[in-house]
């Protein structure tokens, strides 16, 4: 089977390493490409800035988005993937600690594909990674990669 | 019938009889010609008989004189008489305004037709005497009740006669104000203002209203002033006092700007709380995060490097970790509680109740539980809190009475006096009545964690829900004898 990347655009270093645990549970073959704010989720994603001898034509294909970041807001890092027809596509899954309704509304308005909420019980939250993986790596049917002209 | 006699008699000896009336010119000529040809036959009988020239010469001047006399007494009955008492009549109606005598009327003539007129001329003046006087002591009545300054001004500005308020309160700028024009009563920044109100008083016929106010040692009294057109060239003015009601007014006002300051500090508070929630649901959760993912690691990792007891502790790290999360969630529940905004509808509380008792039958179908719910209750209340009160109550019944082989849980209304109180009651295992008032606390427990979970906030949230409708909440029970949990709306 092809591996899968998925980018994970979360600043807390503890969250980092425990959502790539139960990432790295579910599936070995998937790779995480992790960026810590979202300056630097969106450079990689257009192959600008620091990453830009990467090929932007690899299209991750998840990826898990924190909303409480640095510099830009999660959800404007959400709008400015939706709104580049490169990334248009990209299946987005909101990863947050956030229980407040308006930002599960704003999320869903503003395109996200799902909205996870972080458990404090790791073993609960381990198994919404694996299955959140299962669900978007395996059995969902991938959109086309666009190419880069 | 002996009074319509009287009263009929009396009203043609006033008014005269109806029908055909007999001028006094032609009784006059009647009478003379009934005379004359009297007088003319005697002469001629005599004649016949041939008495001297000189007894016919002084029988004609005797008839002559006689007949004069016969004449003027007939005059008098008939006309000089009834004349002179009618005269009197007017005079003494004229004169002395004495307007009760009445001329006696006889017969239909001339004369009894004046004096007929001329008594119903009296009568009607005596009656519109009598009404002005009525109207008269009316208004003078009302005037001395009215509390306020009455005032009278002729068209030039001038008060004519007033009278004093009832408590003795001048609204003028004078203790003197006979004689006086408007701008020697009120103020000059508000006498200009009442000449134009006068103006358009007498011009227009409408009442004027306008206020003034005057400064005195103990402050300003302000007046309240009604202008109205009283004749041709003449202004009513009533004065009324409203020092107290413009106070008064004041006084509101400055509680209405206190009370709208307070409600803008209360926002801002409870703006406060809400963003101070936010963080606290945030910030808060991720050090947790770490603490019982990492333990978790550690036993998934290094599980055949640690003994038991480093297995157990590391349980307890997680365990207490999750319980903090827990409690979290409880207080954001119960402070959003509090913040929220509630709506009022209609709520169908026995629906409510079904719906919830089935979710807890269904998270644990293999329990024995026998509801109880009463049906068709309904009232008015957030759905949403309301939904959250009974939650608790139902979940605690629930879990308070899972050492019973058969539970019972029961939702209901009764009337407390007069008064629609809501309980839910359970079998279960019950508390022990001395600690009831701690009931209610935040994070207060009747039993220990290790019997029950639980974080103490339930009850906490359901009484401030109640107290949020208005109502009240208590608690019956007795050790291992179940609870009953009352509250109203």
Redo the contacts between chains.
């Keep these: 089977m092809e591996k899968k990347v998925i980018l994970l655009v979360e600043d807390a270093p503890d969250d980092e390493v425990l959502t790539i645990h139960a990432l790295e549970k579910s599936n070995e073959l998937n790779e995480v490409a992790v960026a810590h704010d979202g300056v630097e989720a969106l450079h990689y994603l257009f192959g600008t800035g620091s990453y830009s001898n990467r090929k932007a034509s690899d299209m991750p294909d998840l990826i898990l988005l924190d909303l409480k970041l640095p510099y830009i807001h999660g959800l404007e890092v959400l709008r400015r993937i939706r709104s580049d027809e490169r990334t248009k596509l990209v299946p987005v899954v909101i990863l947050t600690s956030s229980k407040e309704e308006s930002d599960l509304i704003e999320s869903y308005k503003s395109g996200a594909n799902g909205y996870i909420r972080k458990t404090v019980d790791f073993v609960q939250f381990s198994s919404a990674i694996q299955q959140i993986g299962q669900y978007w790596l395996v059995l969902n049917v991938a959109p086309p990669k666009v190419s880069t002209s | 019938m002996n009074t319509n006699d009287g009263d009929e008699k009396i009203r043609r000896q006033h008014f005269g009889e109806d029908g055909k009336q007999m001028t006094i010119r032609t009784k006059t000529l009647i009478v003379s010609s009934i005379a004359l040809s009297t007088l003319l036959t005697i002469m001629y009988v005599t004649h016949l008989l041939s008495l001297s020239t000189n007894y016919v010469i002084l029988s004609s001047l005797a008839f002559g004189v006689g007949f004069l006399v016969i004449f003027l007494l007939i005059l008098d009955k008939l006309v000089l008489s009834r004349v002179n008492h009618l005269t009197e009549i007017v005079r003494d109606a004229d004169t002395s305004r004495d307007m009760s005598k009445r001329f006696l009327v006889k017969g239909k003539d001339e004369l009894s037709n004046l004096g007929a007129a001329i008594n119903r001329m009296l009568m009607e003046l005596q009656t519109s005497e009598n009404n002005l006087r009525r109207i008269e002591e009316n208004n003078r009545a009302i005037m001395g009740v009215m509390p306020d300054t009455i005032c009278e001004f002729s068209k030039d500005g001038t008060l004519k006669r007033w009278k004093p308020a009832k408590n003795g309160d001048l609204p003028f700028l004078v203790t003197e104000p006979v004689g006086k024009k408007l701008r020697e009563l009120i103020p000059i920044q508000c006498s200009e203002q009442a000449e134009n109100h006068m103006k358009m008083a007498l011009q227009t016929g409408t009442m004027q209203d306008f206020q003034y106010s005057i400064l005195r040692e103990d402050g300003w009294h302000s007046y309240e002033s009604r202008m109205a057109k009283s004749g041709e060239a003449v202004v009513l003015t009533i004065v009324r006092d409203i020092t107290e009601q413009k106070q008064a007014e004041e006084a509101l006002k400055k509680e209405h700007e206190e009370g709208e300051k307070k409600a803008q500090q209360f926002q801002v508070v409870i703006d406060e709380l809400e963003s101070f929630a936010?963080s606290v649901?945030?910030d808060l959760?991720?050090?947790?995060?770490?603490i019982?993912?990492?333990?978790?690691?550690l036993l998934q990792n290094y599980n055949d490097r640690l003994d038991d007891e480093g297995k157990d502790y590391l349980n307890r790290v997680?365990l207490a970790?999750?319980r903090?999360?827990v409690l979290i969630d409880d207080l954001?529940n119960l402070s959003r509680v509090t913040r929220d905004e509630m709506h009022h509808e209609n709520v169908n509380l026995s629906a409510l109740a079904q719906k919830l008792t089935r979710e807890l039958q269904e998270s644990q179908p293999e329990r024995h539980v026998n509801f109880t719910i009463a049906r068709g209750l309904v009232d008015k209340g957030d759905a949403n809190l309301l939904q959250v009160a009974l939650e608790n109550l139902l979940s605690n019944a629930w879990k308070f009475s899972r050492t019973r082989e058969w539970a019972s849980i029961e939702f209901g209304r009764a009337k407390n006096n007069g008064k629609h109180t809501y309980f839910v009651r359970d079998n279960g295992v019950g508390f022990d009545m001395a600690y009831a008032d701690k009931l209610f606390g935040a994070f207060q427990r009747m039993h220990s964690n290790t019997e029950f979970e639980g974080s103490g906030i339930g009850l906490a949230t359901v009484k401030r829900i109640v107290n949020r409708h208005g109502g009240t909440i208590w608690a019956e029970s007795a050790v291992d004898q179940g609870a009953t949990f009352y509250f109203t709306l």
């Design positions: 936010y649901s945030h959760r991720a050090p947790l995060r770490s019982d993912g990492f333990s978790e690691i997680r970790s999750q903090m999360s954001l």
